[in-house]
């Protein structure tokens, strides 16, 4: 009974179940180019910057939130540098608080030219995909290729070379724009569309949570649990650290960030808890506010 009177009490207060949200809480996008393999085509290229200009458009085009590279990391990271591994990329990514990166799209991109005498024959492919910044977790990927070879003047020159590279690899570059768009945006939208509904702080992208609840007893988070397992978004949760006083938990949802540190907060006014709460990354810290003499109050209906 005390729990389905908690419940009922906790979906009234922040109406979690019947309620849809529109504060939005749109994926923010960073779109980076990975060219550590000597045969992709390098990030100091024309034809790289065009391949980039492309699929930020594509995703602008959706409505998502997309920053330039150069612009969020020109304070605190090396401009200019080329042939960069995964974990450069990621590291850059993850390291960027303003804004926090939700998405990275990440494309390589590889192109040949054969000379012959009648003509030069132009061939390229672009690989993309997608992953969750805040988790590192695949989120889709999608190729697209040339087909057949281009053709281009059979004395074509470097020059020559990189504009007919780059005028198809825009063509390409748009074509992986959309596909790697669409597929994002069924993740965050869902069903939400035919509905008539916009992006909501609630979307089908699961990401990872860290849940830290440091200072809480055993008995602080098994009531806590009960919160947690009805916030809107929720998929699953496992402890992954637990000790006498703290408890570390992978909190998997597909809530927002702005949602769920507004939901925590609450919760503790609801169980009459004081704490502290952080958040960096996909990572929330709960330290617990004890005042000296305070007790824990014995539940009325002795917790069942």
């Known amino acids: 009974m005390r729990y389905l009177l908690k419940n009922l009490a906790f979906v009234l207060t922040f109406g979690l179940l019947s309620v849809p949200v529109y504060a939005a ?9 990975e060219d550590a393999d000597e045969d992709s085509v390098p990030r100091n290229s024309r034809v790289f910057k065009r391949v980039v200009y492309a699929l930020q458009g594509q995703m602008n ?21 080329v042939r960069r591994s995964d974990a450069e990329l990621f590291d850059i990514a993850r390291s960027v608080k303003r804004p926090p990166i939700d998405v990275v799209v ?35 990927t999608f190729e697209v290729d040339s087909g057949q070879f281009w053709n281009a003047p059979n004395e074509c020159s470097r020059e020559c ?12 570059a748009e074509e992986l724009g959309a596909v790697l768009a669409e597929k994002l945006d069924w993740l965050v939208e869902g069903q939400m569309a035919e509905n008539g509904q916009d992006r909501s702080a609630t979307n089908d992208m699961i990401t990872d949570y860290y849940l830290i609840f440091d200072g809480f007893s055993a008995e602080d988070f098994m009531d806590i649990e009960e919160y947690l397992v009805i916030f809107s978004g929720y998929k699953s949760h496992r402890p992954t650290e637990q000790r006498h006083t703290r408890s570390e938990v ?3 949802s597909s ?11 609450k919760m503790l006014g609801e169980l009459d808890m004081r704490a502290t709460v952080t958040f960096e990354g996909n990572t929330f810290t709960l330290k617990r506010i004890t005042r000296r003499g305070e007790k824990r109050k014995p539940s009325v209906d002795g917790g069942w």
């Open 25 to 33: 809480d749109n994926p923010n996008l960073l779109v980076m180019g």
């Open 61 to 81: 085009y959706y409505s998502f939130d997309v920053y330039d590279e150069t612009y969020v990391t020109m304070d605190n990271f090396t401009q200019g540098r």
């Open 106 to 140: 990440v494309f390589t991109m590889y192109a040949s030219a054969q000379q012959k005498d009648h003509t030069t024959k132009i061939k390229a492919r672009i690989t993309g995909r997608m992953i969750n910044a805040k988790s590192g977790k695949f989120i889709d």
């Open 161 to 172: 070379i990189l504009e007919v590279v780059g005028d198809k690899a825009k063509i390409l």
């Open 250 to 252: 992978l909190y998997r």
């Open 255 to 265: 809530i927002g960030t702005a949602k769920l540190s507004r939901n925590l907060k």
